[in-house]
């Protein structure tokens, strides 16, 4: 599965936008990407994921770019409730295993 | 639906003592996974299942055994406890196929080993 690279922190202000990047350079054609968060001490939350196409769903955005070398998912409008760590996850669908990183700590500021 | 439960909440252990830490999901998903995350760290998967009575090894699976005799339960053994063992443990459970990689994840189990 494809290497992930995350900036290790991010500050947001509440009720504008947070855009957190995710590297996948070596992202091959089969490997799509997710997106988890964790909130202090409690259980990672599925958010969204995609391969090609940009995704919406109630939480976030996720623009993949033209050459899927990198996404960026975007919560439209951060709330106090959204910090946490963020995690970008390149999968195939050749292997059932998660492999999180150190992910993005996002700090959404009032 | 309760979604993923995991017992006891909290655990401290000493070196040498077993124990087991109980997950359990009432959304009839097929497969199910244990998760270790250390400070500051991300998760590390230990073992997982595709259904009752498969398991399979993980990133990290020494010094733990699994079983999966039902589609509901997925107990994590310890046998012999190690400091190496201090830990946050999740358990996750996904539909499977195309749906493995949404995970529904327990609120965990903090166990420490002195």
Known sequence: DAKTTQPPSMDCAEGRA???PCNHSTISGNEYVYWYRQIHSQGPQYIIHG???NETNEMASLIITEDRKSSTLILPHAT???TAVYYCIVISGATNKLIFGTGTLLAVQP | NAGVTQTPKFRILKIGQSMTLQCAQDMNHNYMYWYRQDPGMGLKLIYYSVGAG????GEVPNGYNVSR???EDFPLRLELAAPSQTSV???AS???GAHSYEQYFGPGTRLTVT
Do not use: E, P, V
Request: proline share 0%.
């Open chain 2, 54 to 57: 498969i398991t399979d090894k």
């Open chain 1, 51 to 53: 391969l090609k196409n």
């Open chain 2, 94 to 96: 996904s539909w499977g």
């Open chain 2, 69 to 71: 005799s039902t589609t």
């Open chain 1, 18 to 20: 947070a855009n957190l």
């Open chain 1, 80 to 82: 106090l409730r959204d």
């Open chain 2, 89 to 91: 443990y999740f358990c």
